[in-house]
């Protein structure tokens, strides 16, 4: 009978020892005395309490992503990608990866400091050669024989708890309870404390080697926080009991003063070290064969191989190298406090990503362990103040770094196979602001141009795309509609539609597609528009084309007609068959004294007008020049408080207005419509270029 093979870590062994050995490291031996000396008990419980607040709330957060989602491997860089995507996520793996490689090297220094202490007689270089070593060859074993090795080392440390606890009083006095603060402020003295509590993804970067990842970094890591934070708490206590104030404040190893047998202490302190070590140095290479499998960073096929132990041997080796290299560095304490930033770093985007999922209410996310919005808040505000308080300059320099490789990543165009949330923050704040608009009054002042251009053909859209494109860049909106009469819009169909518009979106034009399907152009047009007509930002002017050819001609009047009576404004345009829009330098502006549509003419011409660098000219016909001074200086008084461009012309004649038409020549004339199709069609016929009209409903101001 086959004996039955355990397919991964259980939550013991895989995330509760290691996470737990981490965070009662050397902060525990080396400085809690010296923050109870500083600050007193009641402030180091303060400090315990807001640290753990942090810890806590980004556990919970991470507790409730894992009850919503299928993990699989990279812990913390897994959760992050599967909710903001491959960039994001790449930008905060990799700077992870980096910190837990590094601070391999910083666990294995301060090992070799901690022996050369006892043994000075010993090279410190190669106290810390050797301890790589031997961590590299357990690490490249196996993670499951790395991680037992590790019950010895907690076997260690609660007997170095229980030899302080039993230890000799050399306090003759009352409880330190308070502190002076004489060697630091409380939140220098908060910062100092704060890396104590900071490996709480250490078992959660085991994700890929778990038996059941849900649910042991769930249980595991919070049964290892609630574990450090009672015995931070006891041992807090028992130093303000068991040593005066001066000496907590003058002697970093006063625990081997209190403990009853100090080789334990020692043994305690060493392995807590070791075993800081030996978990990075186990976890970090899943986070790096994580980045490889989803082709993150460069060489991918070799960081994402694994051997038949399922270990990932050349991302464990090259860790391995990272963190050699930086021991031979010799001391690199300005570097910790920068890679402390990158794990803080970590922790608020695990923290943000629920308050996202969380916040913008979507329904994929269901967690089965909900909480209340106020726990990854808390935890987000609590990790960038904390970045903030230790050190400024280094929490900008990791945005920074941050920005930058989400910036080449972006380059990259990673699909992500889970899909994202970041649309959902568009989403959610899409839906905050339209029901604020929808309930808010119209003002004129508040236009901007929203065209609508029903178009048969993606060519008929390609004939007039730098016209639509000049009549609403920047800021405006295009709305581009077509009704088809298949059953489904077939994929060639559709792509031509995307290239047509596809020098638009490059730009950053908004555009917006409206599809119908039906086998009446025009009726189904216009019901269109009327569904937009209380919508969220609907389009406020349809522009046409007027055709050469008379059927297409005919269709159009039966749309203006139809349109007429529509709240919404009309264009047509008519573009001269051997001029175009000539060189795109002038367009005159015809205006009639109090006529509806003049606020239209001049806003459409200032969009042209700046798209094309053009010149504008203020066009007026009188009956005859016995009052010519008197609309000039209208007009003049128009352009000053119309605000139009200071180089704007105006030209008034008497006479006949259809001779002065084909007189006064410009690249676009604009006019207001006329009242009837014919008219419109007659001006066409005699106009010597190009001619826009227009058809105000009224909601548009240019005073405004």
């Keep these: 009978m086959k004996k039955k093979t355990q397919k991964g870590l259980n939550t013991v062994e895989g995330v509760y020892v290691p996470t737990l050995l981490t965070i009662l490291g050397v902060i525990m031996y080396l400085r809690l005395g010296w923050v109870v000396g500083n600050v007193g008990l009641w402030g180091t419980f303060l400090i315990i309490a807001l640290a753990h607040i942090i810890t806590i709330s980004t556990t919970l957060s991470m507790s409730s992503m894992l009850t919503n989602i299928q993990i699989g491997a990279g812990g913390a860089y897994a959760i992050i990608t599967r909710s903001l995507g491959m960039e994001m996520g790449g930008a905060i793996g990799i700077p992870l990866y980096l910190s837990q490689a590094i601070s391999v090297a910083f666990y294995i220094t301060g090992f070799?400091?901690?022996?050369?202490?006892?043994?000075?007689?010993?090279?410190?270089?190669?106290?810390?050669?050797?301890?790589?070593?031997?961590?590299?060859?357990?690490?490249?074993?196996?993670?499951?024989?790395?991680?037992?090795?590790?019950y010895l080392i907690l076997a260690a440390v609660f007997l170095s708890i229980i030899s302080f606890m039993t230890g000799p009083t050399l306090n003759t006095g009352e409880m330190v309870l308070t502190g002076e603060m004489k060697d630091g402020s409380f939140w220098m003295t908060f910062a100092v404390f704060f890396p104590a509590v900071t490996g709480v993804l250490t078992g959660a970067t085991m994700s890929g080697d778990l038996e059941n990842p849900r649910k042991s970094?769930?249980?595991?890591?919070?049964?290892?926080?609630?574990?450090?934070?009672?015995?931070?708490?006891?041992?807090?206590?028992?130093?303000?009991?068991?040593?005066?104030?001066?000496?907590?404040?003058?002697?970093?190893?006063?625990?081997?003063?209190?403990?009853?047998?100090?080789?334990?202490?020692?043994?305690?302190?060493m392995g807590a070290v070791l075993s800081s070590a030996l978990s990075t140095l186990v976890s970090s290479p899943r986070t790096l064969a994580a980045l490889a499998e989803n082709r993150v960073i460069p060489l991918w096929k070799i960081f994402s191989k694994k051997n038949k132990k399922g270990e990932p041997l050349y991302a464990i080796l090259v860790s391995s190298m990272i963190s050699l290299f930086v021991i031979l560095l010799g001391n690199l304490d300005s570097l910790a406090e920068l890679l402390t930033m990158f794990f803080l770093t970590t922790y608020l985007m695990i923290n943000v990503v629920v308050l996202i999922e969380q916040g913008t209410g979507l329904t994929s996310f269901r967690p089965t362990m909900a909480m209340s919005i106020f726990v990854p808040l808390v935890g987000s505000i609590g990790c960038f103040s904390v970045m903030l308080l230790i050190n400024p300059l280094f929490t900008g320099i990791t945005i920074l770094i941050v920005s930058m490789i989400y910036s080449l990543l972006k380059r990259k165009n990673l699909i992500s196979p889970w899909g994202d949330v970041r649309s959902s923050i568009f989403v959610a704040i899409t839906e905050w602001a339209a029901q604020r608009i929808m309930r808010a009054t119209y003002h004129p002042r508040l236009w901007k141009p929203a065209i609508a251009i029903p178009v048969e053909t993606p060519e008929d859209f390609r004939r007039i795309s730098r016209f639509a494109r000049n009549l609403v860049y920047r800021s405006g909106r295009l709305y581009y509609m077509t009704v088809y009469s298949e059953i489904v819009m077939d994929e060639k169909h559709k792509n031509q539609i995307e290239d047509a518009l596809k020098p638009l979106t490059d730009e950053g034009v908004f555009v917006q597609k409206v599809f119908v399907r039906s086998d009446d152009f025009t009726s189904m047009l216009v019901r269109a528009l009327q569904c937009f007509e209380n919508s969220f930002l609907p389009p406020n002017t349809v522009l046409l084309t007027v055709s050469e050819d008379n059927k297409k001609r005919e269709k159009m009047k039966e749309l203006l007609d139809s349109l007429r009576y529509s709240k919404i404004s009309l264009m047509c345009l008519w573009l001269h068959p051997k001029y175009n829009l000539g060189s795109e330098k002038s367009i005159n502006i015809w205006l009639r004294e109090k006529s509806p549509n003049n606020d239209l003419a001049v806003l459409s011409a200032l969009k042209l007008a700046g798209n094309y660098d053009a010149q504008l000219t203020l066009c007026r016909v009188i009956e005859n020049d016995r009052g010519k001074n008197k609309v000039e200086e209208d007009l003049l008084l128009f352009i000053e408080e119309a605000r139009l461009p200071s180089n704007t012309k105006t030209k008034v004649v008497s006479g006949s207005f259809y001779d002065l038409l084909q007189e006064e020549r410009a690249d676009l004339t604009i006019l207001g419509m006329p009242m009837n199709y014919e008219e419109m069609i007659h001006l066409i016929d005699m106009a010597p270029g190009s001619i826009l009209f227009v058809g105000s409903d009224g909601m548009e101001s240019l005073f405004a």
């Design 217 to 269: 970094i769930i249980r595991g890591t919070l049964a290892a926080v609630i574990t450090g934070l009672v015995i931070y708490i006891l041992l807090a206590i028992w130093f303000a009991r068991q040593a005066p104030q001066e000496l907590l404040l003058s002697d970093y190893m006063v625990i081997l003063k209190l403990a009853r047998v100090k080789f334990l202490i020692v043994a305690g302190v």
């Design 112 to 150: 070799s400091e901690l022996w050369v202490a006892f043994f000075p007689s010993h090279s410190i270089r190669w106290v810390g050669v050797i301890a790589w070593i031997l961590l590299t060859c357990l690490s490249i074993i196996s993670a499951r024989f790395a991680f037992r090795v590790q």
